[in-house]
Nanobody
Framework: QVQLVESGGGLVQPGGSLRLSCAAS????????MGWYRQAPGKQRELVAA???????NYADSVNGRFTMSRDNAKNTLYLQMNSLKPEDTAVYYC?????????????WGQGTQVTVAS
């Protein structure tokens, strides 16, 4: 069982920046995919950005050019640098990961961290 712990959320004004961190309890190089997802009130959870263990990245159109995801394998930590934040970025942000073993995919989720963009 992989434990994922997010941190770094908070209240920020429009145009501001935040950096989220996701600390994993195991070596993240063993995870096939890691990513950030978000869920706003009354909406479904959506992908923000994801990275494969090969280093391929994918960003949602709504954040492309404003958010940057990175990882530190030595610290087993995934980051999301969020710049030029907008009120519509307000949501609970979740760190997610999956590992495939013997053809079975095992998903893991963090508890989420609240990001509020408001003046």
């Amino acid at each position: 069982q992989v434990q994922l712990v997010e941190s770094g959320g908070g209240l920020v004004q429009p145009g501001g920046s935040l950096r989220l961190s996701c600390a994993a309890s195991e070596h993240i190089a063993t995870l096939n995919i890691m990513g950030w997802y978000r869920q706003a009130p009354g909406k479904q959870r959506e992908l923000v950005a994801a990275i494969t263990n090969g280093g391929s990245t994918n960003y949602a159109d709504s954040v492309n050019g404003r958010f940057t995801m990175s990882r530190d394998n030595a610290k087993n930590t995934l980051y999301l640098q969020m710049n030029s934040l907008k009120p519509e970025d307000t949501a609970v942000y979740y760190c997610g990961a999956s590992r495939t073993y013997l053809g079975v995919q095992y998903p893991y989720w963090g508890q989420g961290t609240q990001v509020t963009v408001a003046s």
